[in-house]
Each structure stands twice: as structure tokens, then as C-alpha cells.
């Protein structure tokens, strides 16, 4: 589990090919690398990987076809700046959302425009996803925890201090790139608990308007 709250910017070292997935070396830059054994987790990205050496400069990932499928990762390059995060323990401050480095899409970038300080930013993400992003709600953009500013079907908008260009990756972030997106954990469980016994139901896709109506909601 993570929090969103982006640790240190690191840098790709190198990307081998390993019998069809990938290998990562990640240089972590200012991230402290003391406390982390053989094992462990660091989100790269908001993609939860485990670290499988430790040279001392980072850390590097195995990173399976399914994550390449899901992620942004297989589109990352030596030299790309990532954003990274240490899993959290029991001590540490929640000062984002409750993530859990598993990505549920891709979202695209629409819009960048400043506002002031602040740089506001358009973003569009997948149509099943949409249900999960709600006005003042979390979400998870490349592994940062932010809050959502208004919300329009598919796209939604949000406004970036400067503290948080500095700290992340989204200085960079520029029309037509490709993000990672997580959705509120809480979300998620809301609706699969809606479902009830309708859960255990197989190719059952999620709540809708006739299981509500069965609820005795009026829709």
C-alpha cells in the first residue's frame, strides 16, 4: 500500500528485454533506499513493482506482460523521469489517499493551461472508469494522490500547485501523454458491496440500472 505521496523523482537507468517482459533499473535519486530489502515494493509511476536487486544507485523490477499491458511503463525509455514511492508502514503519515500501486487505466492528457501559480490540467480517462471519479474525490495520476476538481463524463480536471510540479513528474506532462490511473479504493468496494449476491453472479460487470431498480431505488 502507498499513499500518493511522491517520495522522489527518479530516473530509468535501463530497460532489458527478459524472455518477453522487461527489467527495469530505476535510479532513485534523493529517495533513501536504507530501509528497503530485497522484496519490498516502491511504486514507479503509481505501479506497484518489487525490487529484485539493490546495486546501491536504485533498484531494479521485473515487469510483466500484463503490467506492460496495463501501464504505461513499456512506453518509458532510459533517461525517462519517473515518479517513486515507498510502501508505507504502520508510522507513516497518510498525507494523500489509500493506493494501491495497481493501475486500473490509462488516461490521456488533454489540456495544460496555467492558472495563476497553479497549472490546470484536462485529463480524459477510460469510459468504465468514469463512474469511479466524482467531484472533490481522490485519485491516483502516475502514483500522486489528487483531488479531483470538476468532472465532466469521461474527463476530469485538475489544478496542480507548484509544490507538486516540483516534487512529480507533471511538470512534463504535455497534451496526448498517456498517465496511469488508479481510482479510489473506497469506490471500488462501494460498488462490488452494492452488488450483494449479485457478485457472486458470473459475467455480472457491475451495479446498473435495473440492479438498483431491484434495490428499490428509484431511477
Known amino acids: ?52 536487486e539493490l546495486p546501491g544507485d536504485g533498484f531494479l523490477a521485473d515487469v510483466s506482460n500484463e503490467t506492460l499491458s496495463l501501464t504505461s511503463l513499456g512506453q518509458l525509455e532510459p533517461g525517462s523521469h519517473v515518479n517513486l514511492e515507498k510502501a508505507l508502514t504502520l508510522q507513516t503519515r497518510l498525507g494523500g489517499h489509500l493506493v494501491a500501486g495497481h493501475v486500473d487505466g490509462l488516461g490521456e492528457v488533454l489540456d495544460r493551461h496555467d492558472d495563476a501559480r497553479s497549472v490546470r490540467f484536462r485529463i480524459r480517462v477510460p469510459r468504465d ?53 488508479e481510482v479510489d479504493l473506497v469506490a471500488r468496494y462501494l460498488e462490488r458491496l452494492l452488488l450483494g449476491e449479485a457478485a457472486a453472479e458470473p459475467g455480472h460487470k457491475g451495479v446498473d440500472l435495473q440492479m438498483l431498480a431491484r434495490a428499490g431505488f428509484k431511477v
Open 1 to 52: 500500500m502507498f499513499t500518493g505521496i511522491i517520495q522522489s523523482i527518479g530516473q530509468v537507468g535501463a530497460m532489458q528485454s527478459r524472455g518477453g517482459d522487461l527489467r527495469l533499473r530505476i535510479l532513485t535519486g534523493k529517495l533513501d533506499l536504507s530501509d528497503v530489502e530485497l522484496g519490498d515494493s516502491i511504486a514507479v509511476n503509481g505501479v506497484c513493482l518489487t525490487a529484485v
Open 129 to 181: 472508469l468514469a463512474r469511479y471519479i466524482a467531484h472533490k474525490g481522490s485519485i491516483t495520476v502516475d502514483g500522486t494522490s489528487l483531488t479531483v476538481n470538476a468532472v465532466d463524463g469521461d474527463v476530469f480536471d485538475l489544478n496542480i500547485v507548484p509544490h507538486t510540479l516540483q516534487e512529480t513528474i507533471m511538470a512534463d506532462y504535455r497534451p496526448g501523454r498517456q498517465v496511469n490511473l
